[in-house]
């Protein structure tokens, strides 16, 4: 199968937070992270937020957040608990 993915994959285990105002917040983990976004694997999946939207993250680290100001991120598929997001913009 021949890759199309325009920026390599970093793996990673980062703490996300997902936000959203139709559901609340996602508790999730960034499993690989590149330029263009993150697969992220969440533990609390109340709603799978629709293919499109757009949400805001916050990546965390074991004290203190990466960003302060979340980024915002589509969601481009969803699997069972994995959803793949991508940097709004990239």
Avoid: W
Avoid at 14 to 20: A, C, Q
Avoid at 23 to 36: P, R, T
Avoid at 38 to 58: C, F, R, S, W, Y
């Amino acid at each position: 199968m021949e890759e199309r993915r325009k920026y390599e994959r970093t793996p990673t285990s980062i703490r996300v937070e997902i936000s959203h105002p139709a559901f609340g917040y996602i508790i999730g983990s960034a499993k690989d992270v590149s330029d263009g976004g993150a697969q992220v694997t969440v533990e609390n999946l109340p709603t799978v937020p629709p293919v499109g939207t757009i949400v805001d993250v916050k990546f965390k680290k074991l004290v203190g957040r990466i960003n302060e100001t979340p980024v915002p991120m589509r969601v481009m598929h969803t699997y069972r608990n994995v959803l793949g997001l991508m940097f709004v913009g990239s």
